[in-house]
């Protein structure tokens, strides 16, 4: 899921200076599950927005997943009026979400409140840990025991560990273990590690994740 | 008296002596080249670090053609930190045009080790890939997927000139665990490196066990040795930069002594001497006590 944290206030109440209507939109998704932008993050925007600012709520809605630009523009039809008075929208959710609203009402400015930190999974409530980074095309975890390099690494090296690797841990943080040592024990848990110490990694085709990216997927039985 | 130069050197089985300069943080290059002058004939080569522990400093390429033209055998180091692949292949045709020769390739630390910590980290190749890139410089081509025109190209572009470069790598013999870093130098090997200059050794029995990996492989092996000043900047080294172990008993040495320095200076010339029947050659790294060098050597006998 798509990990996202507040701003700080300041810069919300920036963003927001001469806007005195505001509608506030959360989301039903990934800031539900972050504690960023589900009901209750927005309820208490609000109740901050009127209390502390003195702002004007045209109303507020937990769409189910904002970045479904599709079913969104479906959900905020039942907002049109309360949206059509509103001076900007503050929208709870990740750059895709505050960009899919900012597609569909273009009438008043829509204002980001969190900021999108990475793709991440949740270890325990309230903790999320990036495993992946999307990095476009060419996957190499079957050549890394199932554990990716590009992200656990802090160099993103292909082919073994840095000079900086102490007592297995990494370079840049001696609380966190070292990528390529937890590729090497997989490995050697798993099963080849021998081919693995052999082989050069290449160097990798940036060509493959140009951004922005789009993937158009073919329905089979409908028509082009 | 030093007669031949670093490959030559290496390549006729003499024990190696290298040092580690590092370019000024500026452009006036004074310090560094009286301390090139101090170790004229007692070296074979001086490696020339790359923005070392992410430092910004004057570039290694220029520092090193200042210590060719000075008659110096200079080890141009290089590191994947801050460029990409074509501003890397590009350095090293400039570094061949001026008849630099060795180069010491590394990964590099992360910039948020150094004074620019807020600085994109490239890593575009790592070490092992450098060295391939390497390889085929020399080989006349380079890393390039298609040609100028568009079309693909399976085995690089074929250079007007090639490159005729020594590269070696670094390997850390107290890496621990050890076995990673022990796939990753026959990776190296496997990719060209020739010659090894290795951490700061202390572990004489672990640094035996890792000669005999390397000889296994034929790969030279110039054993890194530190010199520190104080047990203070030993425990400074131990938390800031990377890589560098100095062990409690070594740290507790220096402690009580009322020349920290001197016996620093003894200390390492004590260990180049234990190196020279077991390695290839050494590489002093002295971190600010350049001026110091001849000294240690002094100690070494040699």
Not at chain 1, 192 to 208: F, K, M, N, V, Y
Not at chain 2, 44 to 65: E, P
Not at chain 2, 136 to 145: A, E, H, M, T, V
Request: glycine share 10%; hydrophobic share 40%.
């Amino acid at each position: 899921m798509i990990i996202t944290r507040p701003k700080p206030f300041a810069e919300i109440q920036s963003a927001l200076q001469g806007k005195e209507k505001i509608f506030l939109i959360g989301c039903g998704l990934c800031a539900t599950l972050c504690q960023s932008g589900g009901q209750e993050q927005v309820i208490r925007m609000r109740d901050r927005l009127v209390q502390e600012e003195g702002k004007e709520i045209t109303g507020l809605a937990v769409l189910e997943a904002v970045c479904h630009v599709l079913r969104s523009k479906k959900e905020l039809r039942a907002h049109r009026a309360e949206l059509s008075a509103s001076e900007a929208i503050l929208v709870m959710a990740c750059g895709g979400g505050v960009q899919a609203v900012g597609k569909l009402l273009t009438t008043a400015p829509v204002v980001a409140a969190l900021d999108s930190l990475f793709l991440g999974n949740i270890e325990r409530f309230g903790q999320f840990e990036e495993r992946c980074s999307l990095c476009g095309g060419d996957c190499i975890l079957n050549k890394t025991g199932g554990i990716c390099p590009l992200t656990a690494c802090s160099k993103g090296l292909l082919n073994g560990p840095c000079g900086g690797m102490k007592d297995g841990r990494c370079e840049l943080d001696r609380q966190r273990d070292c990528a390529w040592v937890l590729i090497y024990e997989r490995l050697k848990a798993t099963g080849g590690a021998e081919a693995a110490a052999l082989t050069i990694r290449g160097p990798r085709d940036h060509s493959q994740g140009l951004r922005p990216r789009r993937l158009v997927v073919d329905r089979p039985g409908v028509e082009k | 008296m030093v007669g031949l130069g670093f490959q030559q050197a290496l390549e006729q089985n003499q024990f190696v002596i290298t040092v580690e300069l590092a370019p000024p943080k500026g452009t006036d290059v004074s310090r560094m080249l009286a301390c090139a002058e101090r170790l004229k004939g007692r070296v074979h080569g001086i490696n020339v670090t790359d923005n070392q522990s992410a430092v910004m400093r004057l570039g290694s390429l220029a520092a090193c053609h200042l210590l060719k033209e000075r008659g110096f055998d200079p080890i141009y180091q290089i590191t994947c930190r801050d460029r990409n692949r074509l501003a890397l292949e590009s350095d090293l045709l400039s570094a061949a045009v001026l008849g630099i020769r060795n180069v010491l390739v590394l990964t590099g630390d992360h910039p948020t080790a150094g004074d620019h910590p807020e600085a994109k980290a490239v890593y575009d190749l790592d070490s092992t890939q450098l060295l391939q890139v390497i390889t085929r410089l020399n080989q006349g081509r380079d890393l390039s997927s298609r040609s100028s025109g568009g079309k693909p190209l399976v085995n690089g572009a074929t250079l007007a000139g090639g490159t005729n470069l020594f590269a070696g790598a670094v390997v850390n013999p107290e890496a621990n665990p050890l076995e990673p870093q022990i796939w990753r130098f026959f990776q190296k090997v496997a990719a060209g490196a020739r010659f090894f200059q290795t951490q700061a050794v202390y572990d004489l029995e672990r640094f035996d066990q890792f000669m005999g990996y390397a000889r296994e492989l034929g790969a030279k092996i110039l054993a890194g040795v530190l010199l520190v000043r104080s047990a203070a900047a030993a425990r400074y080294v131990n938390e800031h930069v990377p890589g560098v172990v100095v062990p409690e008993r070594v740290v507790k040495e220096l402690e009580p002594s009322a020349n920290p320095l001197e016996a620093g200076i003894r200390m390492a010339g004590q260990q180049i001497r234990h190196l020279r029947e077991r390695c290839d050659g050494v590489h002093i790294m002295a971190i600010g006590l350049e001026e110091h060098i001849p000294a240690v050597l002094d100690e070494a006998g040699i």
